[in-house]
């Protein structure tokens, strides 16, 4: 039977066998090879290229002077907003006029629109550019430090 050979990558003097189609040898063998399947035969051309920075954030500090609180943030990213909400994962649980953005200072003051909440658990949530929470910290409305 003719077995079909192919020249070596690294040294075109030597040969290797392969079964035809997508066959693979069996009786008598003391090596067994897969054959030439894509796994064995396809190399990757992988680019690396530097991206865009992942932008982060990390809740440093949260203080109450009465319905006010004030949240310190460190972050990369100067748009990402601050929200105050009776639940984390929902917008409309938020107990503020509106979410602040950080800006470059990394510090927010925001203001509970309703002293029903106050002694209310509640959480401080760092949203990003879409609205999605990157970062939360449970919190009780007005707590004194």
């Not at 990390?58 to 907003?81: A, H, L, Y």
Request: charged share 20%.
């Amino acid at each position: 039977m003719a077995v079909p050979t192919f020249p070596w990558y690294w040294n075109e003097n030597v040969r290797i066998v392969s079964p035809p189609g997508i066959a693979c040898f069996r009786a008598g063998e003391r090596y067994t090879h897969g054959g030439v399947s894509p796994q064995e035969c396809v190399v990757p051309d992988l680019i690396v290229e530097r991206g865009v920075e992942a932008s982060f954030a990390s809740i440093q500090s949260v203080q109450w002077r009465g319905m006010r609180c004030k949240v310190r943030v460190e972050t990369n990213d100067p748009g990402f907003q601050i929200d105050l909400r009776t639940n984390w994962k929902q917008a409309a649980t938020s107990i503020v006029a509106a979410a602040k953005p950080v800006g470059s200072s990394g510090e927010v003051s925001l203001a509970v629109v309703d002293d029903k909440y106050e002694g209310a658990a509640a959480s401080v949530v760092v949203l990003d550019a879409g609205g999605k929470v990157v970062v939360s910290q449970t919190t009780c409305v007005g707590e004194k430090a």
